[in-house]
C-alpha cells in the first residue's frame, strides 16, 4: 500500500533546500500549514484578493492559478494572509470555546431580560443573574410561553456557570 505522507515527505526530501512553499488561502490552509511547517523553511499564504488585484486577474473560480503564485512567490510579491505561530493557534484553540461559552450566556441573559421587556415587568434588582436576582426571577409569575422559556433559560445557564 502507498502511504501517500511518506511519498510527500520523500518528494521534499529530493529537492534543494531551502524549500518555500506559497498557497492560496484556504478552508484547509491551516490543516496543510500545520502538516508542512516541520518539512519545509518557510510557508507562505496568499491572500486570494489581493493577489487577484494584483495580477488583475479575471478568474473564475476561486483558485488563482499556481503558475501566478509561482511567480509571485519567486519574485517576492505574494501578498501574504496573516497565519499566526503554532503557539498563537493553539491558544486560539483553547480561548475560542470559552468566548463561545460566553457569548451564549451573554445570550441567554439578554432573552431573559427580552422576556421581562416584553411582559413590561421592571425590577430593582441591580443583578437579576445574582442569587437575590435569580430568587427573585424563579418567583415571578410570567405567563407561557415566557415562564417555560425563562426556566429553560436559567437551566442552561447554571449549567454553563457550573
Known amino acids: 500500500m502507498i502511504n501517500r505522507k511518506e511519498e510527500f515527505i520523500s518528494f521534499l526530501d529530493s529537492l534543494p533546500r531551502p524549500i518555500r512553499l506559497v498557497m492560496e488561502a484556504s478552508g484547509n490552509s491551516s490543516y496543510?500549514?500545520?502538516?508542512?511547517?516541520?518539512?519545509?523553511?518557510?510557508?507562505?499564504?496568499?491572500?486570494?484578493l489581493r493577489t487577484e488585484a494584483i495580477t488583475s486577474a479575471k478568474i473564475e473560480t476561486d483558485r488563482i492559478d499556481e503558475g501566478i503564485l509561482a511567480d509571485l512567490g519567486m519574485a517576492d510579491l505574494?501578498?501574504?494572509?496573516?497565519f499566526p505561530p503554532r503557539e498563537v493557534r493553539d491558544l486560539g484553540e483553547i480561548l475560542r470555546p470559552r468566548a463561545f461559552l460566553v457569548a451564549l450566556q451573554t445570550r441567554l441573559k439578554n432573552r431573559i431580560h427580552s422576556y421581562l421587556w416584553k411582559l413590561g415587568i421592571e425590577?430593582?434588582?441591580?443583578?437579576?443573574?445574582?442569587?437575590?436576582g435569580l430568587k427573585w426571577l424563579r418567583g415571578l409569575e410570567l405567563r407561557e410561553p415566557y415562564r417555560?422559556?425563562?426556566d429553560q433559560d436559567l437551566r442552561v445557564l447554571e449549567v454553563l456557570q457550573s
Request: negative net charge; glycine residues 8%.
Open 148 to 150: 417555560g422559556l425563562s
Open 123 to 132: 425590577t430593582e434588582q441591580t443583578d437579576i443573574f445574582g442569587k437575590s
Open 32 to 48: 496543510l500549514c500545520e502538516g508542512l511547517e516541520d518539512l519545509v523553511e518557510e510557508i507562505q499564504i496568499a491572500h486570494p
Open 78 to 82: 505574494v501578498p501574504q494572509a496573516y
